[in-house]
Protein backbone atom coordinates (compact mmCIF):
# COMPACT_ATOMS: atom_id res chain seq x y z
CA UNK A 1 0.00 0.00 0.00
CA UNK A 2 1.01 3.64 -0.63
CA UNK A 3 0.95 6.11 1.93
CA UNK A 4 -0.36 9.47 1.46
CA UNK A 5 0.55 12.22 3.46
CA UNK A 6 -0.99 16.09 3.47
CA UNK A 7 -2.34 14.91 -0.22
CA UNK A 8 1.18 14.07 -1.33
CA UNK A 9 1.54 10.56 -2.70
CA UNK A 10 4.32 8.28 -3.28
CA UNK A 11 6.34 8.31 -6.38
CA UNK A 12 8.27 5.44 -5.41
CA UNK A 13 5.46 2.62 -5.08
CA UNK A 14 3.93 4.09 -8.35
CA UNK A 15 7.34 3.57 -10.54
CA UNK A 16 7.92 0.08 -8.61
CA UNK A 17 4.19 -0.47 -10.05
CA UNK A 18 4.47 0.57 -13.55
CA UNK A 19 7.98 -0.10 -14.57
CA UNK A 20 8.92 -3.29 -12.88
CA UNK A 21 7.06 -6.65 -13.76
CA UNK A 22 7.61 -8.03 -10.15
CA UNK A 23 4.12 -8.30 -9.62
CA UNK A 24 2.91 -8.84 -13.27
CA UNK A 25 -0.27 -11.44 -13.29
CA UNK A 26 -1.81 -13.24 -16.02
CA UNK A 27 -5.62 -13.84 -16.33
CA UNK A 28 -7.22 -16.97 -18.52
CA UNK A 29 -6.19 -17.85 -22.09
CA UNK A 30 -9.09 -16.41 -24.77
CA UNK A 31 -9.82 -16.29 -28.17
CA UNK A 32 -10.36 -14.37 -30.88
CA UNK A 33 -12.09 -14.58 -34.51
CA UNK A 34 -10.78 -13.43 -37.92
CA UNK A 35 -12.56 -12.31 -40.64
CA UNK A 36 -10.88 -12.96 -43.69
CA UNK A 37 -12.46 -11.18 -46.11
CA UNK A 38 -13.91 -7.02 -45.26
CA UNK A 39 -16.81 -5.58 -46.95
CA UNK A 40 -14.77 -4.18 -49.82
CA UNK A 41 -13.43 -8.05 -50.47
CA UNK A 42 -10.10 -6.88 -49.39
CA UNK A 43 -8.54 -10.25 -48.08
CA UNK A 44 -6.53 -9.35 -44.82
CA UNK A 45 -5.63 -12.61 -43.11
CA UNK A 46 -4.22 -15.04 -45.90
CA UNK A 47 -1.36 -14.27 -48.11
CA UNK A 48 0.26 -16.41 -50.86
CA UNK A 49 3.21 -18.67 -50.14
CA UNK A 50 4.47 -21.70 -51.67
CA UNK A 51 5.64 -21.98 -55.46
CA UNK A 52 5.01 -19.99 -58.30
CA UNK A 53 4.35 -22.85 -60.09
CA UNK A 54 0.67 -23.10 -58.31
CA UNK A 55 -1.35 -19.65 -58.56
CA UNK A 56 -2.69 -18.24 -55.25
CA UNK A 57 -5.19 -15.17 -56.23
CA UNK A 58 -6.15 -14.11 -52.71
CA UNK A 59 -8.60 -11.56 -53.82
CA UNK A 60 -11.67 -12.33 -52.27
CA UNK A 61 -13.60 -11.66 -55.38
CA UNK A 62 -11.11 -14.01 -57.42
CA UNK A 63 -14.13 -16.54 -58.62
CA UNK A 64 -17.45 -15.06 -58.63
CA UNK A 65 -19.81 -16.56 -56.36
CA UNK A 66 -16.75 -18.82 -54.87
CA UNK A 67 -13.94 -16.14 -53.12
CA UNK A 68 -10.72 -17.11 -53.21
CA UNK A 69 -8.43 -19.21 -55.07
CA UNK A 70 -5.15 -22.06 -55.16
CA UNK A 71 -5.01 -24.04 -58.72
CA UNK A 72 -2.10 -25.63 -60.06
CA UNK A 73 -0.41 -23.19 -62.68
CA UNK A 74 0.02 -23.94 -66.04
CA UNK A 75 2.68 -23.65 -68.23
CA UNK A 76 4.95 -25.72 -70.29
CA UNK A 77 6.35 -28.69 -68.69
CA UNK A 78 5.85 -30.17 -65.37
CA UNK A 79 6.55 -29.38 -61.65
CA UNK A 80 7.88 -31.70 -59.84
CA UNK A 81 6.78 -34.08 -56.89
CA UNK A 82 5.95 -31.93 -54.03
CA UNK A 83 5.53 -28.76 -55.56
CA UNK A 84 2.90 -26.89 -53.65
CA UNK A 85 1.80 -23.33 -53.53
CA UNK A 86 -1.31 -21.83 -51.29
CA UNK A 87 -2.86 -19.05 -49.62
CA UNK A 88 -1.51 -19.06 -45.86
CA UNK A 89 -2.59 -17.27 -42.66
CA UNK A 90 -0.66 -17.26 -39.96
CA UNK A 91 -1.52 -17.01 -36.12
CA UNK A 92 0.23 -14.21 -34.02
CA UNK A 93 3.44 -15.72 -32.26
CA UNK A 94 2.32 -17.77 -28.96
CA UNK A 95 -1.19 -18.32 -30.75
CA UNK A 96 -2.52 -20.58 -32.36
CA UNK A 97 -5.28 -21.18 -35.31
CA UNK A 98 -8.45 -23.34 -33.24
CA UNK A 99 -10.91 -23.32 -35.75
CA UNK A 100 -11.95 -22.56 -39.43
CA UNK A 101 -15.32 -22.04 -40.26
CA UNK A 102 -16.10 -21.32 -44.29
CA UNK A 103 -17.71 -22.10 -47.71
CA UNK A 104 -15.07 -24.25 -49.93
CA UNK A 105 -14.81 -26.19 -52.65
CA UNK A 106 -11.92 -28.88 -53.66
CA UNK A 107 -11.43 -30.41 -57.47
CA UNK A 108 -8.40 -32.38 -57.82
CA UNK A 109 -6.54 -35.35 -60.24
CA UNK A 110 -7.08 -37.98 -57.82
CA UNK A 111 -11.13 -37.31 -57.20
CA UNK A 112 -11.60 -36.79 -61.03
CA UNK A 113 -9.22 -39.48 -62.61
CA UNK A 114 -7.88 -41.46 -59.69
CA UNK A 115 -4.69 -39.96 -60.63
CA UNK A 116 -1.98 -39.36 -58.20
CA UNK A 117 -1.14 -35.89 -59.32
CA UNK A 118 -1.85 -32.37 -58.78
CA UNK A 119 -3.92 -32.56 -55.07
CA UNK A 120 -6.16 -29.76 -53.27
CA UNK A 121 -7.85 -28.86 -49.72
CA UNK A 122 -7.36 -27.20 -46.76
CA UNK A 123 -3.99 -27.85 -44.63
CA UNK A 124 -2.36 -27.65 -41.24
CA UNK A 125 0.74 -27.61 -39.44
CA UNK A 126 0.25 -31.80 -39.60
CA UNK A 127 -0.97 -32.49 -43.05
CA UNK A 128 -4.60 -32.07 -45.11
CA UNK A 129 -7.31 -31.88 -42.97
CA UNK A 130 -10.10 -31.35 -45.65
CA UNK A 131 -9.94 -33.48 -49.25
CA UNK A 132 -6.24 -32.73 -50.44
CA UNK A 133 -5.11 -36.29 -49.20
CA UNK A 134 -6.10 -38.91 -48.45
CA UNK A 135 -9.45 -37.76 -48.79
CA UNK A 136 -9.70 -35.99 -52.00
CA UNK A 137 -12.35 -33.79 -53.65
CA UNK A 138 -14.02 -33.24 -56.49
CA UNK A 139 -16.65 -30.18 -56.24
CA UNK A 140 -15.75 -27.07 -58.16
CA UNK A 141 -18.85 -25.28 -58.57
CA UNK A 142 -21.05 -23.06 -56.85
CA UNK A 143 -22.94 -23.55 -54.35
CA UNK A 144 -19.86 -23.90 -52.31
CA UNK A 145 -19.86 -26.43 -49.48
CA UNK A 146 -20.36 -25.14 -45.83
CA UNK A 147 -17.04 -26.30 -43.75
CA UNK A 148 -16.56 -26.02 -40.37
CA UNK A 149 -12.94 -27.52 -39.02
CA UNK A 150 -12.74 -27.53 -35.11
CA UNK A 151 -10.20 -28.96 -32.54
CA UNK A 152 -7.51 -27.25 -34.83
CA UNK A 153 -3.90 -26.30 -33.04
CA UNK A 154 -2.09 -25.03 -35.58
CA UNK A 155 0.22 -22.21 -36.47
CA UNK A 156 -0.41 -21.96 -39.99
CA UNK A 157 -3.69 -22.81 -42.00
CA UNK A 158 -3.44 -23.64 -45.94
CA UNK A 159 -5.77 -23.19 -48.61
CA UNK A 160 -3.29 -25.48 -50.78
CA UNK A 161 -2.55 -27.39 -54.20
CA UNK A 162 0.61 -29.96 -54.20
CA UNK A 163 2.13 -32.55 -56.71
CA UNK A 164 1.57 -35.65 -55.08
CA UNK A 165 3.13 -37.81 -58.27
CA UNK A 166 6.45 -38.39 -57.97
CA UNK A 167 7.29 -38.17 -61.29
CA UNK A 168 6.03 -34.74 -61.50
CA UNK A 169 3.24 -33.10 -62.29
CA UNK A 170 1.39 -31.91 -65.76
CA UNK A 171 0.66 -27.87 -66.22
CA UNK A 172 -0.74 -28.00 -69.44
CA UNK A 173 -4.30 -27.48 -68.10
CA UNK A 174 -6.29 -26.67 -64.86
CA UNK A 175 -6.27 -30.35 -63.37
CA UNK A 176 -6.57 -29.04 -59.21
CA UNK A 177 -7.98 -26.01 -57.95
CA UNK A 178 -9.75 -25.30 -54.52
CA UNK A 179 -11.88 -22.20 -53.49
CA UNK A 180 -12.93 -20.71 -50.30
CA UNK A 181 -15.25 -17.87 -48.94
CA UNK A 182 -16.68 -16.26 -45.45
CA UNK A 183 -13.85 -17.21 -43.66
CA UNK A 184 -14.24 -16.76 -39.85
CA UNK A 185 -10.89 -18.54 -38.27
CA UNK A 186 -10.73 -18.77 -34.48
CA UNK A 187 -7.59 -17.92 -32.57
CA UNK A 188 -6.55 -19.15 -29.16
CA UNK A 189 -4.45 -17.12 -27.03
CA UNK A 190 -2.58 -18.55 -24.34
CA UNK A 191 -0.33 -15.53 -23.79
CA UNK A 192 -0.51 -11.85 -21.69
CA UNK A 193 0.45 -8.91 -22.24
CA UNK A 194 3.72 -7.45 -21.55
CA UNK A 195 4.40 -4.17 -20.09
CA UNK A 196 7.18 -2.09 -21.34
CA UNK A 197 8.77 1.25 -19.48
CA UNK A 198 7.34 3.68 -17.56
CA UNK A 199 6.92 7.44 -19.25
CA UNK A 200 6.16 10.84 -17.94
CA UNK A 201 7.34 12.49 -14.52
CA UNK A 202 7.26 9.34 -12.58
CA UNK A 203 10.09 7.70 -14.67
CA UNK A 204 12.42 10.60 -13.25
CA UNK A 205 11.58 11.25 -10.00
CA UNK A 206 11.81 9.56 -6.76
CA UNK A 207 10.31 11.45 -4.39
CA UNK A 208 7.30 13.06 -2.60
CA UNK A 209 5.15 15.63 -4.78
CA UNK A 210 1.69 17.36 -4.80
CA UNK A 211 -0.55 17.98 -6.93
CA UNK A 212 -1.44 16.67 -10.64
CA UNK A 213 1.18 14.07 -11.14
CA UNK A 214 1.51 12.41 -15.20
CA UNK A 215 2.27 9.01 -15.73
CA UNK A 216 2.33 6.58 -18.47
CA UNK A 217 2.79 3.20 -19.67
CA UNK A 218 3.57 0.63 -22.60
CA UNK A 219 1.93 -2.67 -23.16
CA UNK A 220 2.52 -5.11 -26.13
CA UNK A 221 0.91 -8.23 -27.08
CA UNK A 222 1.43 -9.95 -30.48
CA UNK A 223 -2.20 -9.94 -31.37
CA UNK A 224 -2.13 -6.25 -29.61
CA UNK A 225 -3.99 -4.26 -26.81
CA UNK A 226 -7.53 -4.11 -26.49
CA UNK A 227 -7.74 -1.77 -23.47
CA UNK A 228 -5.51 -0.56 -21.45
CA UNK A 229 -6.16 1.09 -17.61
CA UNK A 230 -4.85 2.41 -14.42
CA UNK A 231 -6.62 3.01 -11.23
CA UNK A 232 -6.50 4.13 -7.48
CA UNK A 233 -7.93 2.12 -4.69
CA UNK A 234 -10.38 0.78 -7.48
CA UNK A 235 -11.12 4.02 -8.86
CA UNK A 236 -10.29 4.24 -12.85
CA UNK A 237 -7.94 7.20 -13.56
CA UNK A 238 -7.98 6.50 -16.92
CA UNK A 239 -9.17 3.74 -19.64
CA UNK A 240 -7.84 3.97 -23.33
CA UNK A 241 -10.03 1.39 -26.08
CA UNK A 242 -8.34 0.88 -28.78
CA UNK A 243 -10.09 0.37 -32.11
CA UNK A 244 -9.72 -3.20 -32.94
CA UNK A 245 -9.51 -4.65 -37.17
CA UNK A 246 -11.82 -7.76 -36.92
CA UNK A 247 -10.54 -8.31 -40.44
CA UNK A 248 -6.46 -9.05 -39.02
CA UNK A 249 -4.61 -11.89 -37.45
CA UNK A 250 -3.47 -9.02 -34.88
CA UNK A 251 -6.54 -7.55 -34.88
CA UNK A 252 -5.32 -4.46 -32.23
CA UNK A 253 -2.50 -1.68 -32.04
CA UNK A 254 -0.20 -2.24 -29.08
CA UNK A 255 -0.20 0.85 -26.58
CA UNK A 256 -0.66 1.71 -23.20
CA UNK A 257 -2.37 4.11 -21.34
CA UNK A 258 -1.49 7.87 -19.68
CA UNK A 259 -2.79 9.29 -17.30
CA UNK A 260 -3.09 12.35 -14.49
CA UNK A 261 -3.45 11.51 -10.89
CA UNK A 262 -4.45 14.18 -9.12
CA UNK A 263 -3.07 13.49 -5.55
CA UNK A 264 -5.59 16.15 -4.03
CA UNK A 265 -8.90 14.29 -4.79
CA UNK A 266 -7.28 11.74 -2.47
CA UNK A 267 -7.41 10.89 1.12
CA UNK A 268 -4.32 10.71 3.51
CA UNK A 269 -3.05 7.30 4.16
CA UNK A 270 -2.72 4.29 2.08
CA UNK A 271 -3.73 3.95 -1.41
CA UNK A 272 -3.40 1.23 -4.01
CA UNK A 273 -2.61 1.31 -7.70
CA UNK A 274 -3.33 -0.84 -10.63
CA UNK A 275 -2.56 -0.72 -14.15
CA UNK A 276 -3.75 -3.42 -16.23
CA UNK A 277 -3.55 -4.09 -20.00
CA UNK A 278 -5.99 -6.64 -22.19
CA UNK A 279 -5.05 -8.38 -25.15
CA UNK A 280 -7.42 -8.75 -28.33
CA UNK A 281 -8.21 -12.68 -26.88
CA UNK A 282 -9.13 -11.50 -23.12
CA UNK A 283 -6.27 -12.25 -21.51
CA UNK A 284 -4.94 -9.55 -18.86
CA UNK A 285 -1.65 -8.54 -17.31
CA UNK A 286 -1.97 -6.32 -14.30
CA UNK A 287 0.62 -4.29 -11.96
CA UNK A 288 -0.30 -3.23 -8.67
CA UNK A 289 1.55 -1.71 -5.68
CA UNK A 290 1.65 -3.58 -2.42
Known amino acids: MTPIRSIILS???????????VFATGAHAGSYEVRACDGSGINHSFVAAGSAMVAANGSCSAVPLLGMQVRNGLGSGSADAFTWGALEAVAPAGSV???????????????????DGWRAGIADDSGFRWCGTPSPCAWSGAPSLPIALTGLSTTRLRLMVICALGSGCRRNVVQATTTLSD?????????????????????????????AIATGFNANDAAGIQ????SVDGTSVIGVEHRCDQYSMSPCPNGGADATI?????????HSVLASAVDAAGNTAEQRSI
Open 183 to 211: VILEIRDDQSPVFGALRGALASYDGWVAG
Open 97 to 115: ISAIHAKATAYDQKAAANI
Open 227 to 230: RAAV
Open 262 to 270: ETGQLNDGP
Open 11 to 21: LAALMTLLAML
